[in-house]
């Protein structure tokens, strides 16, 4: 099932995806993705779900499959281990922007459902991403 998940992030050495992701539909993700880099490209990233695990430093997307992650389920994810994040992901996440970044940029942003929610996770100190399924 294509879509996105809005995804905090906490901590960096391992990366958590919190349990708090909110599941879009595409229409959903790519509007939200679109207002966010109304205030700055980097905002609100995207990045394919299937390329973020990977156990090959030559090579993305070649780790457990993406359904590893359980992203539907109620649980934090740590991205160690099994699933250990890919060379590609490692890159894509150190250059989310900080929290303090994020909260900057984003104060022109209309107070929409989704805007609230990410406001929230920026003040709580965690980074934030779109996850795409495909």
């Given at each position: 099932?294509?879509?996105?998940?809005?995804?905090?992030?906490?901590?960096?050495?391992?990366?958590?995806?919190?349990?708090?992701?909110?599941?879009?539909?595409?229409?959903?993700?790519?509007?939200?993705?679109?207002?966010?880099?109304?205030?700055?490209?980097?905002?609100?990233?995207?990045?394919?779900?299937?390329?973020?695990?990977?156990?090959?430093?030559?090579?993305?997307?070649?780790?457990?499959?993406?359904?590893?992650?359980?992203?539907?389920?109620?649980?934090?994810?740590?991205?160690?281990?099994?699933?250990?994040?890919?060379?590609?992901?490692?890159?894509?996440?150190?250059?989310?922007?900080?929290?303090?970044?994020?909260?900057?940029?984003?104060?022109?942003?209309?107070?929409?459902?989704?805007v609230r929610t990410l406001l929230g996770w920026w003040r709580e100190g965690k980074q934030a991403m779109l996850l795409k399924e495909e």
């Amino acid at each position: 099932m294509s879509g996105y998940w809005l995804t905090p992030i906490q901590g960096e050495d391992p990366a958590v995806l919190s349990k708090e992701r909110i599941r879009l539909s595409p229409e959903e993700g790519d509007a939200l993705r679109r207002l966010a880099a109304e205030a700055h490209p980097r905002l609100l990233p995207s990045f394919k779900l299937g390329m973020l695990l990977g156990d090959d430093e030559d090579a993305c997307g070649f780790g457990p499959p993406a359904e590893a992650l359980r992203l539907d389920e109620d649980v934090d994810v740590a991205l160690t281990g099994p699933l250990a994040v890919s060379h590609c992901g490692a890159a894509f996440l150190d250059r989310l922007l900080s929290p303090a970044e994020a909260l900057a940029l984003a104060a022109a942003l209309p107070p929409v459902s989704h805007v609230r929610t990410l406001l929230g996770w920026w003040r709580e100190g965690k980074q934030a991403m779109l996850l795409k399924e495909e």
